[in-house]
Each structure stands twice: as C-alpha cells, then as structure tokens.
C-alpha cells in the first residue's frame, strides 16, 4: 500500500485489517529537515490499533550517506526473522543484527 501524509500507526490498522503477522512501514523524512533523502523503516508484529512506539523497532538514517540499502536490507531481515520467532517487536526485541554501525559511531557491548 502507498499513503501520502501518513503516519506509521496506518501499518496497524492495515496489518489488522489483512490479518498480517507483522508489518514495515518506510517513512521519508518530512519537507525542511536537514536530511531530505533519508528513509526510516518500522517493524510492528501482533497488529493492531493502538500500538505503542515502543512495541516497534526502527532502522532509521537509512541513505547513501547513513545506513547503507544493503545493510539496512540485513538489519531488516534480520529483525523479521527474529520478530516471528519470538513473536514480538519494540523494546523487547533488541537489535544484535550485526549490521554495520555508521561511521563514528560507537556500537555498546551485546550482553
């Protein structure tokens, strides 16, 4: 589905609608801020309205400058796998994708 002026919870009412498991919802950076080309991608498993951001995880900075397509691609699989394996998306799934950090940034110690 393609929406204009959109927000991320429409992939909730969709997904609940169509009776998904989980849904990604990409979203471009909004008109005036400094980083027009940049995309964000939200993982929401268990659809349904009214779903919190922090029952969802989101790869984000996703541009030739930030997180590279082809890493943001493995990240993404990697958080759909996980996502229906432990039936759960947000806070409780943490990343350990092992998708590449972006440049100068510093990635914490997996526990």
Do not use: F
Not at 25 to 34: A, N, Y
Not at 40 to 63: F, H, K, P, Q
Request: aromatic share 4%.
């Amino acid at each position: 589905m393609i929406a204009t002026q959109a927000r991320v919870a429409l992939g909730d009412r969709i997904g609940e609608l169509l009776r998904a498991p989980l849904v990604v919802v990409m979203i471009g950076e909004r008109p005036g801020l400094s980083l027009p080309d940049s995309l964000g991608l939200y993982v929401t498993y268990a659809l349904r309205s009214g779903r919190s951001d922090d029952e969802r995880n989101c790869i984000s900075n996703v541009r030739p400058e930030g997180l590279s397509y082809d890493a943001t691609a493995d990240k993404l699989h990697w958080l759909l796998n996980k996502a229906r394996n432990r039936k759960l998306t947000g806070v409780g799934l943490e990343d350990h994708s092992g998708a590449p950090p972006l440049e100068g940034t510093s990635v914490p110690a997996l526990r």
